[in-house]
């Protein structure tokens, strides 16, 4: 397999990878021959190709990755997914991008948390919602924005000052934040 090039990785993971058992896995040589072959083992290419295997068990399925997958860009983001989109924007189309980017994000939670449970994976799983906050109050149009776009998605949401914060957090680091809890849209009534 020829390529251009590979990801240059000067990111660290958030736990030392000596407590993992993780090795490389060979490389790709000769003619393989596959039904799919699946690039990349972030979320979205491990979530393809599981969803792909659970339809049809038969396929062959090759999942390939220029790192190790236990040191990949979503294996470093500790174990966060967000059930909301970060930008809405403020037109009718921007709205609906972002109400369906919801729906898509929510999907995806509510997949894991299946998988986990059939699955009884021991992972902590913890459906706690997000905290969007805020260090320069300098930045308050723009948490006013989000505001905003969360009514306009009749999204729930708490304001909370800096002792909230550090009440909740443990950290004097921010000056005002947003909550929002985890309520799967489609579980609530409109």
């Known amino acids: 397999m020829r390529f251009a090039s590979v990801p240059f990785n000067q990111n660290q993971v958030g736990w030392p990878l000596n407590d993992i058992d993780h090795h490389r896995q060979p490389q790709l ?18 979530s393809f190709a ?13 999942l ?3 790192e190790c997958a236990a040191t990949s860009s979503s294996a470093r983001n500790s174990g966060f997914i967000i059930g909301l989109p970060h930008n809405i924007g403020s037109s009718t ?18 997949l894991l948390d299946e998988t986990v449970t059939e699955h009884q994976i021991a992972c902590e799983w913890e459906n ?5 906050c805020q260090i320069d109050p300098s930045s308050e149009a723009i948490m006013q924005e989000y505001v905003d776009n969360l009514q306009l998605m009749q999204e729930p949401y708490s304001l909370l000052d ?7 957090l443990g950290t ?13 849209w489609s579980t609530r009534q409109n």
């Open 29 to 46: 040589s000769g003619d393989i021959q596959a039904d799919w072959v699946i690039v990349g083992s972030g979320y979205a290419g491990v």
């Open 50 to 62: 599981r969803r792909l295997a659970s339809l049809n068990p038969q396929l062959n399925i090759v």
């Open 64 to 66: 390939i990755d220029a």
């Open 93 to 110: 189309a921007e709205l609906k991008k972002a109400q369906d980017y919801r729906a898509l994000l929510q999907e995806g939670i509510r």
């Open 128 to 132: 706690v919602g997000k905290y969007h």
């Open 162 to 168: 800096g002792e909230a914060l550090y009440q909740k």
């Open 172 to 184: 004097r680091l921010y000056s005002k934040g947003i909550y929002t809890p985890a309520v799967f």
